[in-house]
């Protein structure tokens, strides 16, 4: 790994899943494909263009994945004020994400690890543990790379929506099974009745309910 921290904005470059999938191939940690490039490579084709490729792990394995790492790549974390800290020179029970993986040798960064919730037997949703899937549910097997689940994609994205976000629900929602789009449905109007997402879900069978990030009087 690099001693010299490197620019917190030089070039990104988006690996494909497959050069994702061999990176990581040596590690045991729990990962799998995230937001947008996970939603491309369960429609089968990209949606957009994507700044970024984003990968999750959990809080238990996040440890074990960037210790496994290629001896040319290294973690770093934002400490604030555009400040980067190296991975392993973060407290133990820091909570500094997205980590941002970094290509010492091209002076690129590569990858963004997200670190999710989760027990042995299902995922939970980092905002509102309330949200659970099993994790066959939640993270499916495409092609042999692990990818989270369309819909678990776009719970993550019903929070605050930017136009980007807007395109790629357009383009996945029509594509969901009716079990994984009523599983939409519920998750956006229990966890977030504000986002504007819950305008065109909104039903008398499914109040809203009190949301994580409603303001506390």
Do not use: C
Not at 40 to 49: A, P
Not at 56 to 80: C, E, F, H, I
Not at 105 to 113: A, F, G, M
Not at 180 to 202: G, K, N
């Amino acid at each position: 790994m690099t001693s010299q921290v490197p620019a917190p904005a030089p070039r990104w470059v988006t690996p494909t899943p497959e050069a994702v999938a061999e990176v990581l191939e040596q590690t045991t940690a729990r990962w799998w494909l995230s937001g947008g490039v996970a939603l491309d490579r369960w429609l089968g084709r990209s949606i957009r263009d994507r700044p970024h490729t984003d990968v999750s792990t959990t809080s238990r394995d996040v440890a074990q994945l960037v210790r496994s790492l290629p001896a040319s790549l290294s973690a770093w974390a934002s400490g604030g004020e555009g400040v980067l800290v190296p991975w392993a020179e973060l407290p133990a029970d820091a909570d500094l994400q997205p980590v941002r993986i970094h290509d010492d040798d091209t002076d690129t960064w590569v990858l963004r690890l997200n670190v999710e919730d989760g027990s042995d037997q299902a995922w939970v949703y980092r905002r509102d543990p309330r949200l659970q899937l099993p994790w066959d549910a939640a993270v499916l097997d495409i092609d042999g790379i692990p990818t989270g689940a369309p819909e678990v994609q776009l719970v993550w994205k019903a929070l605050r929506p930017r136009p980007q976000d807007d395109i790629d629900k357009d383009a996945v929602l029509p594509q969901l099974s009716e079990e994984a789009r009523a599983w939409w449905e519920r998750a956006v109007l229990s966890i977030h009745p504000h986002s504007t997402w819950s305008i065109h879900v909104r039903s008398p069978l499914f109040p809203a309910k009190a949301s994580w990030n409603r303001t506390r009087r």
